[in-house]
């Protein structure tokens, strides 16, 4: 499930995302698209400046989904 366009099946490609506020998100389009969506659910806020929480969000997000 995505933010911007609801339900996504078929061949995806997935992504961590994060921003220098902290924000980790997961993103996900379809394999060889252009387009990227935000997975629905799929945010961790994080201390910007740790570069070991910015992986372990990261980490936890792919293996959540």
Do not use: N
């Not at 997935?14 to 902290?22: M, N, V």
């Not at 997961?26 to 387009?35: F, I, K, P, S």
């Amino acid at each position: 499930m995505t933010d911007e366009v609801g339900t996504v099946t078929g061949d995806l490609t997935l992504e961590p995302q994060h921003s220098a506020a902290g924000d980790v998100i997961l993103r996900v389009q379809y394999t060889g698209a252009d387009e990227w969506y935000t997975v629905s659910g799929a945010h961790l806020k994080v201390d910007p400046g740790d570069p070991e929480a910015i992986a372990k969000a990261e980490e936890d997000l792919l293996a959540r989904f």
